[in-house]
């Protein structure tokens, strides 16, 4: 059974960089596509950033492209999702969430394709 824990979130200044973690445990996530998505209070948990378990291919919302960065370390069994330029609008909970089987050619955008989730880090953006 896959587990998923996240942290690194808290309060940052608008402007200011954040770098969330996400590790897996019970099994390698070279297996599986790992997404990022937020949920504002009030809003739908929505799509962030994914990656391929064996790195090899990302994607961005257009929200978070040119300032945010995903990656994974595979002797950690983590990955990563780097932000900067933060803005108050990034402010959610941050989820990592994980599913396998996946397609080459295709990028997991939805929260109801993925099956594993953590249980999501706090991010605050404010002066």
């Known amino acids: 059974q896959l587990q998923l824990v996240e942290s690194g979130g808290g309060l940052v200044q608008p402007g200011g960089s954040l770098t969330l973690s996400c590790v897996a445990s019970?099994?390698?996530?070279?297996?599986?596509?790992i997404g990022w998505f937020r949920q504002a209070p009030g809003k739908e948990r929505e799509f962030v950033a994914t990656i391929r378990g064996d790195g090899s291919r990302t994607y961005y919302a257009d929200s978070v492209k040119g300032r945010s960065t995903i990656s994974r370390d595979r002797s950690k069994n983590t990955v990563y999702l780097q932000m900067a330029s933060l803005k108050p609008e990034d402010t959610a909970v941050y989820y990592c969430?994980?599913?396998?089987?996946?397609?080459?050619?295709?990028?997991?955008?939805?929260?109801?394709?993925?099956?594993?989730w953590g249980q999501g880090t706090q991010v605050t953006v404010s002066s």
């Open positions: 019970g099994s390698t996530l070279e297996y599986y596509a």
């Open positions: 969430a994980a599913r396998v089987p996946y397609s080459p050619d295709y990028y997991y955008t939805y929260p109801s394709e993925y099956g594993d």
